[in-house]
């Protein structure tokens, strides 16, 4: 089992920035890939951006490319989102999510999830 818990979500205005952070526990953290997901109001949950193991390996959504960047620390078990250039469309609950493999920007490939944070960009 992992347990996740995310944080640092909140509201901001139309160019600014957040940082996520998501808590590991449980076995040990190296052994997951891990990303981020996102469910906007009304609509299903969506890949946002992954990292392998190791943070050698990253993938984004075209919608976050060059904005947004994730990466872990293993020795910290923990992952992070960077959110740049946010926009009102950015707005949803962020979860973080591990998968033990399969691919990445499918949900289904993950085994594990946190309960989300809410992230709101207002205009």
């Known amino acids: 089992q992992v347990q996740l818990v995310e944080s640092g979500g909140g509201l901001v205005q139309a160019g600014g920035s957040l940082r996520l952070s998501c808590a590991a526990s449980?076995?040990?953290?190296?052994?997951?890939?891990m990303a981020w997901f996102r469910q906007p109001p009304g609509k299903e949950r969506e890949f946002v951006a992954s990292?392998?193991?190791?943070?050698?390996?990253?993938d984004y959504a075209d919608s976050v490319k060059g904005r947004f960047t994730i990466s872990r620390d293993n020795a910290k078990n923990t992952l992070y989102l960077q959110m740049n250039s946010l926009k009102p469309e950015d707005t949803a609950v962020y979860y973080c999510?591990?998968?033990?493999?399969?691919?990445?920007?499918?949900?289904?490939?993950?085994?594990?999830w946190g309960q989300g944070t809410q992230v709101t960009v207002s205009s």
């Open positions: 449980g076995r040990t953290f190296s052994n997951y890939v």
């Open positions: 990292t392998s193991r190791y943070g050698g390996t990253t």
């Open positions: 999510a591990a998968s033990v493999g399969g691919p990445t920007f499918n949900r289904n490939s993950y085994n594990y």
